[in-house]
């Protein structure tokens, strides 16, 4: 499994209401995939003082590499992501991401 995360430095006059509209769609991509889910976003609370930068990030997870394949080149996926790179400081990169290789549940 891949948890992909991905973590949001936006700009100090971006839309909230833009923001929610691109998180539902997100939602939605990932409602319709194969081998995608658990999408969850919210804003960071940086209680260990380490990530205050970015403010917001969202995560969902993927069986395989295929899907995650699968979902980077989705129309829609792609269409959502250039709204939140027009809502970063720097474009794209205002946007970090990481994609962690997770052990399956039945592995553990």
Do not use: W
Not at 16 to 37: F, N, W, Y
Not at 88 to 94: F, P, Q
């Amino acid at each position: 499994m891949i948890r992909h995360c991905v973590m949001l430095r936006l700009t100090s006059d971006f839309d909230p209401s833009e923001l929610d509209a691109v998180m539902r769609g997100l939602g939605r991509v990932a409602d319709r995939l194969q081998g995608c889910g658990g999408f969850v976003h919210g804003p960071n609370r940086d209680f260990e003082a380490k990530s205050s930068d970015y403010p917001y990030g969202f995560s969902l997870d993927f069986a395989d590499a295929a899907d995650l394949k699968r979902y980077a080149n989705d129309e829609t996926h792609r269409k959502l992501g250039a709204r939140l790179v027009a809502m970063c400081e720097g474009g794209a990169e205002g946007i970090l991401v990481f994609d962690l290789e997770m052990p399956a549940l039945t592995d553990q």
